[in-house]
């Protein structure tokens, strides 16, 4: 999954450097509303909320915006938003398989949005079904660590309930079950590590490897699908070749 991984670490850069940083509040501030409106406004007593603030902060969203959106979302700004939470499935140029997960006000007008891409990046969108089973949902921590760390601190992150790690230099992806993401959290923190992100995501269960030519087609296809402000993340099983990345890392 090595090539997954660094291409979450490179997305997770290249938000955090460009145009994309506003992109990225909105749709964590539809991610709050979401959260909120569903479980309460109080984080301790809704997990989901919880986490949905970690990664705001994750991405040094300001606690004003935060506490907005938490307000919107219980309707003590205005009227609640109306979204519906909705899972698109398709494939990519080579047959690697890509699922979305989107929040529209109008069904249409982002399956409509999502098919174009698709279309135009010479992948296809699929029926409900077609690919989630080749996904499964864990906790996933990256984490920037002291110079020559990474293994200690991945050792302590499995002391601590992770399953799975890989480092690249010094950053480290953990990966955990839902219920012990924020202790994992801890244990690198209390280490000296500097938490970039942390998230429930989709992981592939089967890593797909793409020839150079269908990565780069692949890289671009999922950028663009995670340009759409309907679509919240975008998960992929292709596994992309390091010199590919590379490439991509400095476009």
Request: no cysteine; glycine share 8%.
């Amino acid at each position: 999954m090595s090539g997954h991984s660094k291409w979450a670490t490179i997305k997770h850069a290249k938000a955090i450097t460009d145009a994309r940083r506003g992109q990225a509040f909105t749709k964590l501030t539809k991610e709050i509303i979401v959260a909120a409106r569903q479980g309460g406004g109080d984080p301790e007593g809704n997990f989901r909320l919880r986490i949905a603030i970690q990664r705001a902060k994750d991405q040094n969203m300001p606690n004003d915006n935060i506490e907005r959106a938490i307000k919107r979302g219980t309707g003590g700004v205005g009227e609640g938003d109306q979204v519906d939470e909705v899972t698109y499935e398709g494939y990519g140029p080579g047959g690697s398989a890509i699922l979305l997960q989107a929040m529209t006000d109008n069904r249409n007008r982002t399956a409509s949005a999502i098919r174009a891409v698709f279309t135009k990046s010479g992948g296809n969108l699929a029926q409900s079904g077609a690919v989630s089973w080749q996904f499964e949902q864990r906790a996933v921590v990256v984490a920037s660590t002291p110079p020559g760390k990474a293994e200690d601190l991945a050792m302590a992150a499995i002391d601590a309930g992770a399953q799975d790690f890989e480092t690249d230099g010094d950053t480290l992806h953990v990966y955990s079950p839902v219920a012990v993401l924020e202790q994992i959290r801890r244990t690198l923190t209390s280490l000296g590590a500097a938490i970039k992100s942390s998230e429930i995501s989709m992981l592939p269960k089967t890593p797909m490897t793409l020839d150079d030519h269908a990565a780069r087609q692949t890289l671009k296809l999922l950028d663009r699908l995670e340009e759409l402000d309907d679509v919240q993340k975008v998960y992929s099983n292709a596994d992309f070749p390091d010199k590919v990345l590379d490439e991509y890392r400095n476009e």
